[in-house]
């Protein structure tokens, strides 16, 4: 085991209560994160025409300052008016970089009571579901049995008055299927009891 999956295990096992046990544990594969960088196909037309778009807003500035109050006006406002467009475009280009770098830095473990998820790094950031809160589940499965598990855990009234159905994932791990059962079965036990 690394110092990064050490680091990690001991996150998680930091994270139990006495008595609860650790029945499943993996990290997501960085490299499994493909999908991700999905975006940049909206994201590499976007960012280019944004630069395009400031840098011929700038062009008249190429002549010398303008020479009314009009051609000063629409000189800063249509390069400033670009600016934002490129700050998204940039953050839509490195939202994939960012998601495989925090799978790095992941770890999930199935305990006899919840589903945990710690996210390392500047911070730490702990999500928990309770087995009493999970409701149906889905699994993508490879060939090679890694895949993503995702569980609804609840839903809630948007602003708009929109139903959205919230949903924990446990993304790009190993033998998926193996904790769908594992969860299945701790389930069974718990509405036994």
């Given amino acids: 085991m690394d110092r990064a999956a050490f680091s990690l295990d001991t996150a998680l096992r930091s994270e139990?209560?006495?008595?609860?046990?650790?029945?499943?544990s993996a990290s997501p594969d960085p490299a499994r994160m493909k999908a991700a960088f999905v975006i940049w196909f909206f994201a590499v037309p976007w960012t280019v025409f944004s630069l395009v778009w400031t840098a011929l807003a700038t062009l008249p500035w190429h002549a010398g300052p303008p020479k009314d109050a009009m051609g000063w006006g629409f000189g800063i406002a249509f390069p400033l008016f670009g600016t934002p467009f490129i700050l998204v475009g940039l953050w839509m280009l490195y939202k994939p970089i960012q998601i495989r770098r925090d799978a790095a830095s992941t770890i999930y473990g199935l305990t006899d009571r919840r589903l945990i998820r710690i996210v390392t790094g500047k911070t730490r950031t702990?999500?928990?579901?309770p087995l009493d809160r999970m409701?149906?589940?889905?699994?993508?499965v490879g060939k090679d049995c890694w895949g993503t598990l995702t569980i609804q855990t609840g839903s809630h009234v948007d602003s708009d008055g929109d139903r959205i159905t919230d949903r924990f994932e446990v993304a790009a791990v190993p033998d998926v299927a193996r904790l769908q059962r594992l969860i299945v079965e701790r389930q069974r036990t718990a509405s036994v009891n």
């Avoid at 702990?126 to 579901?129: G, M, S, Y």
């Fill in 16 to 24: 139990l209560a006495p008595g609860e046990q650790l029945l499943w």
């Fill in 126 to 129: 702990t999500d928990i579901v």
């Fill in 135 to 140: 409701g149906p589940i889905s699994t993508k």
